[in-house]
Structures are given as C-alpha cells and as structure tokens.
C-alpha cells in the first residue's frame, strides 16, 4: 500500500469507489484541486493502489481526507486484491481511531447498460459498506458533461435508481449528480450526515482477526466469481455439443 496521510478523529474522511474509468481521481481533483496528475485518459489503468488528498472543508475549515481507492473491474489485478487493499485501509483506520465520514460509488451515466460484473460490483459494494453504513453512502453519476441526450440520460439515472441502486436508496443512501465542477464535487458531499461511520467489512475484520476472506464482500466476489466460471463452461459445453 502506497504511504497514506495519517488521520484523526476529527477529519473528515471520504472513500471514493467504483468501477475503473468512473471518474474517481477527476471527482477528487475538482473538489480538493489536487490529484489531477493522476488522472488516466489511457485505455491502459494505472498500477492499483490507494491513495489520499487532504483538502480543506470550504465553509465549515474541517480537514477532509479523500481516499481514491482502486477500481473493481481493474484489468490488473483482481477484485480480490482490490477488496485486500481496501481492507487494509480500513484497518489502518481504525488503528489510527478514525472512521469514515462517507462513501461515495461513483457510476458514469455515459454507460447504456449495467454488465454482469458491474452488478456483482455493486452488491460486493452493499456488502463492505452494510445497511447500517447507508446514510453515509451516497451514489455519484458523472459524465453528465459528456453526454448530449440528456432524456436519455435522465432515463438511465432512473433506471440506476429503480433497478440497481433502490436497497441502498432504501437503506439510507442518496443519489446525487456531479457535473464535473468544484462547486459540483462539495454540493455531493453536503449530502453526507454529521457523524461518521463504521463500515459492515470493519465489524467483520475485527471479528475474523482481520482476515479479509472472512468478510461477506469478499465471500461474496468468492460465489460470483464461481457462478462466472460455471456459466462460461456451460456456454463452451453447448457450443462443443452443436458442431
């Protein structure tokens, strides 16, 4: 794990998820102004690690932590690992008595459909953050600059929230927009609740002697991972079968 800025209790510490090429480093970039540098227009990711961005809170003076965390789906290294760097952090975190005031699943609304992976993304993501976890959770469309159709675009954002995202909608969490914007970035994160959280993924490493394997999340990517396997075999098998 790449050297993380040190954390109080007091800060304000943002976890930005989400698949890779959602805008995660860009949405850090616009709210803190910094991390640009590490923004990726090539098609190959960058090297998977964990990185934080201290900024200052524009209206209230609070220190705010952003931690840009790999994205799931990362052509480099598995989901798995992701799921570990993660899990580390969080232990870390709680060894510095800290703990997270948001979490933030960034989705572009630019995608013209929800792919298999992403859906077991999303529910890997329920399961690390956990329902007591949710009014700390809030659910981020970008791109919105990039896309002309906005009905379409409008249309998308209901089905995400209809179809994929109402457990946690349900649960607590908030849906907003960000339109590629400073004011944009801090107008998100006004959604947030005063007082932090733990999340479900640090209940369990705490209690499976922070071994990630024993987490729901990680069970979880373990089952679909399976499934994936089983499915794809299934497929060759027929294909085989009709020559």
Same mark, same amino acid.
């Not at 870390?92 to 459909?113: D, E, F, M």
């Not at 970035?185 to 006004?190: F, I, K, P, S, Y």
């Given at each position: ?8 209790k007091d800060d304000m510490i943002i976890a930005v ?57 990362? @052509?480099?290294?598995?989901?798995? $690992? ?6 580390? #952090?969080?232990?870390? *975190?709680?060894?510095? &008595? /800290? ?51 906005? @009905?379409?675009?409008?249309?998308? $954002? ?6 994929? #995202?109402?457990?946690? *909608?349900?649960?607590? &969490? /908030? ?6 914007t400073s004011e944009s970035a801090w107008d998100v ?55």
């Amino acid at each position: 794990m790449a050297k993380l800025a040190n954390v109080s209790k007091d800060d304000m510490i943002i976890a930005v998820m989400g698949c890779t090429g959602c805008g995660k480093t860009n949405f850090i970039a616009k709210a803190s102004g910094h991390g640009a540098q590490y923004v990726n227009a090539n098609l190959r990711p960058q090297p998977p690690n964990l990185r934080t961005f201290t900024t200052t809170h524009p209206t209230t003076g609070r220190r705010v932590v952003f931690v840009d965390t790999p994205g799931f789906d990362d @052509t480099t290294v598995s989901d798995a $690992e992701t799921l570990s760097l993660i899990a580390d #952090w969080l232990i870390l *975190l709680k060894k510095q &008595g /800290a703990r997270v005031s948001g979490v933030l699943y960034l989705h572009p609304i630019t995608n013209n459909r929800i792919s298999y992976p992403a859906r077991e993304n999303i529910e890997t993501f329920v399961r690390l953050c956990g329902t007591e976890a949710m009014p700390n959770v809030i659910l981020v469309t970008t791109m919105w600059d990039e896309i002309a159709d906005k @009905t379409m675009a409008n249309n998308r $954002e209901e089905e995400l929230k209809r179809d994929f #995202w109402d457990r946690m *909608l349900r649960d607590g &969490g /908030a849906a907003k927009r960000f339109m590629n914007t400073s004011e944009s970035a801090w107008d998100v994160l006004r959604e947030l609740p005063e007082t932090p959280v733990s999340l479900q993924m640090e209940y369990e490493l705490e209690k499976g002697g922070n071994r990630v394997h024993k987490t729901s999340a990680h069970k979880h990517l373990n089952s679909s991972m399976s499934r994936w396997i089983h499915d794809v075999k299934s497929v060759l098998f027929k294909k085989n079968t009709l020559r």
